[in-house]
């Protein structure tokens, strides 16, 4: 098994807003609040995603985000394109967003992709996002590298997904 390089950011104050499951939309699975996620960049909000959390697990995730502030670890992966579905649809959720085109031979099945997660001060990771390069010419470690400088810049999780 290949070892992935992580990469991690400076800490970032944590910004967060539970959507309870009878609130919730209906792209939230049945049990699952909505939990949405932004941080505060150079002391501007930065909204990264809005992500499922089981309605029995709200209290400990709130909690740990609420422990101090958090960090971006981003890890480089190769993602079968096959897998990847609806990337030319409209999103609904930022969850579900198309992938990043970065350029590059667009018959490749192997594409780099970012995973996005939140590091709390109490140890906790949540899982945010995942950024998929259209188009396969970076490495997993340079797209890791791209989405960890776009979000220091206060690039949108959102944005970044649609751009092409």
């Known amino acids: 098994m290949k070892d992935f390089n992580a990469f ?3 800490e970032y104050p944590v910004l ?11 792209e939230v699975p049945d049990g699952f609040a909505a ?4 941080l505060l960049v150079k002391g501007i909000p930065s909204f990264l995603a809005t992500i499922p959390v089981a309605a029995d697990d709200v209290d400990r995730v709130t909690e740990s985000l609420e422990s101090g502030d958090v960090r971006v670890a981003v890890v480089g992966m190769s993602v079968d394109g096959d897998e990847i579905s609806d990337v030319t649809g409209a999103s609904r959720e930022p969850w579900q967003e198309p ?5 590059g031979d667009e018959d490749a099945s192997a594409l780099p992709a970012a995973f996005l997660s939140l590091v709390c ?8 996002a995942r950024i998929v390069a259209r188009q396969g010419t970076a490495s997993p470690e340079e797209v890791a590298r791209f ?3 776009q979000i220091a810049q206060g690039v949108q999780i ?7």
């Open 8 to 10: 991690v950011s400076p």
């Open 16 to 26: 967060h807003s539970v959507l309870p499951p009878e609130e919730a939309s209906e």
């Open 35 to 38: 939990l949405s996620l932004g």
């Open 99 to 103: 992938p990043v085109d970065l350029g």
């Open 121 to 128: 001060s109490d140890g906790r990771k949540i899982g945010v």
């Open 147 to 149: 989405v960890l400088k």
């Open 158 to 164: 959102p944005d970044l997904a649609q751009a092409g």
